[in-house]
């Protein structure tokens, strides 16, 4: 980044603009409402009804940790309306290890949802299998009641906190899927991690592949990977069995919008992950996480309230590219809203509770050049995100975020935004053998906003600029 910022600056390539009267104001104007956000909804999985509340404490011991964890498993089976874990400083490690391996598991078949050639299905199945392995490790570390199966490296299964939280995650993205992710999962498989794991990467991939999964893969997969010694030596005899079954699969039915549906997935699930693996990676700063789930305008709103120990400070550093700090303190309140009507976009509303806390901070070396050389930017309260994303293979690929912001310590309207747009332009090539995307051209735009200027840079990339 600071060889950008040093490029920008010695170029002079930021343009400023004077705003007209309101214009701040309307670009602004928070998008989210919060206020009422009715009961809680609870996610349906194999036809259990999962709690639409979920409380999550940190706790000092790990003994009495674990046997709220065990409690915690039991309880789900009664479908509680909400449900609280204890998780020790341990078990949250082990949390954010198995995020982390689901999460690239994720990315694995994200990966492989961009070939759309022939000629790319070893490599679709080379993926695939890839993600299955991961997940199979996903599940020896949170496997109990499977006791002769392998765990990883022989240790306890510390991992267990994840458990519950995988049940929760998947009844969320398989709600946004709108039941295409688990739809098919038996009730006794719900609680089984591998289950879950193993047929939400077989639904991504072989919706990736424009394929019908077949009814008897699962259990025909899970077998061998449950087996396996050596996790490694099962890539390759995985790979092979999914690249003669998706061969024989039949084509996703026309206008079902399938792909599509189990695409969107891969697009924010990973990040998802990743915020709540720092989280738990974080532990020794929390006294709490609480998850809770509702449905506004037909869609799912998730609500996360994080409570930070008194004194202390909870990061999520480099979730996207060139992102500021995002700093907690206290206790803080955010709102998830997806598809927000009439914009489409993805909203996320961050709300301080009592004396609590969401700062946005542009720290760092590079930071500081660009707010000595290029834009005034200036740190203050977070209190808005909005994503748009329109993915296509002809035609613009389009992604939006805005960061509504309020500068601090900063002498009259604190009010501060700051925008990224990625345009990707792309058409299909069509050949006697194949059909695929090709992306001719690249446009970014970053803009900065303070009451009275808008600072923008734009960036255009052809396919001559490789």
């Not at 919060?34 to 409380?55: F, H, I, N, Q």
Request: one cysteine or more; proline letters at 6%.
């Amino acid at each position: 980044m600071m060889t950008a910022v040093l490029g920008l600056a010695s170029a002079g390539c930021i343009a400023s603009h004077n705003l007209a009267e309101g214009e701040l104001t309307r670009y602004t104007s928070a998008q989210a409402d919060t206020a009422d956000l009715g009961p809680y909804y609870r996610p349906s999985v194999g036809g259990r009804r999962l709690p639409g509340k979920w409380v999550v404490r940190r706790h000092p011991s790990l003994i009495w940790a674990t046997i709220s964890l065990v409690r915690a498993g039991d309880r789900l089976k009664a479908e509680p309306e909400e449900i609280e874990l204890a998780v020790s400083l341990a078990h949250a490690t082990a949390l954010a290890n198995v995020l982390a391996d689901a999460r690239l598991a994720l990315q694995d078949v994200a990966d492989i949802s961009e070939m759309d050639r022939e000629a790319d299905r070893k490599r679709w199945a080379r993926g695939v299998a890839a993600a299955l392995v991961r997940v199979e490790a996903v599940a020896r570390r949170v496997t109990t009641h499977e006791p002769d199966a392998p765990t990883a490296k022989g240790e306890e299964p510390l991992g267990m906190a994840a458990g519950p939280m995988l049940e929760m995650v998947a009844g969320y993205l398989n709600e946004r899927s709108g039941g295409h992710l688990l739809g098919d999962l038996a009730l006794e498989d719900l609680g089984r991690a591998r289950a879950l794991l193993v047929q939400a990467v077989l639904r991504l991939g072989f919706a990736a592949a424009g394929r019908r999964l077949p009814d008897d893969l699962r259990d025909a997969i899970q077998t061998p990977l449950r087996d396996a010694e050596n996790l490694k030596d099962a890539v390759e005899p995985l790979a092979e069995m999914l690249l003669a079954r998706v061969v024989e699969a039949p084509p996703e039915e026309a206008g079902s919008g399938l792909s599509g549906t189990l695409r969107t997935v891969l697009t924010y699930a990973p990040k998802a992950l990743l915020a709540v693996e720092k989280l738990a990676r974080q532990w020794d700063r929390v006294e709490a996480l609480e998850f809770e789930f509702h449905r506004k305008d037909e869609h799912p709103v998730v609500v996360v309230t994080v409570r930070v120990q008194p004194g202390q400070e909870v990061r999520l550093d480099d979730l996207i590219l060139f992102q500021p700090a995002i700093v907690f303190r206290g206790a803080s309140r955010i709102v998830v809203q997806p598809k927000l009507p009439g914009t489409g976009e993805t909203v996320v509303a961050f709300e301080p509770v009592g004396d609590g806390a969401v700062d946005l901070r542009f720290e760092g070396v590079a930071y500081g050049l660009a707010r000595l050389l290029v834009m005034p930017l200036a740190s203050g309260a977070l209190r808005e995100v909005r994503v748009f994303a329109k993915t296509r293979q002809e035609g613009d690929q389009i992604i939006n975020v805005a960061l509504l912001m309020e500068a601090a310590g900063e002498k009259g309207d604190p009010r501060r935004l700051l925008h990224f747009q990625d345009v990707r332009h792309k058409r299909l090539l069509r050949g006697p053998f194949e059909l695929r995307s090709v992306v001719e051209g690249k446009e970014q735009v970053f803009n900065y906003l303070t009451p009275d200027r808008r600072y923008t840079f734009r960036r255009v990339k052809t396919p001559q600029d490789r």
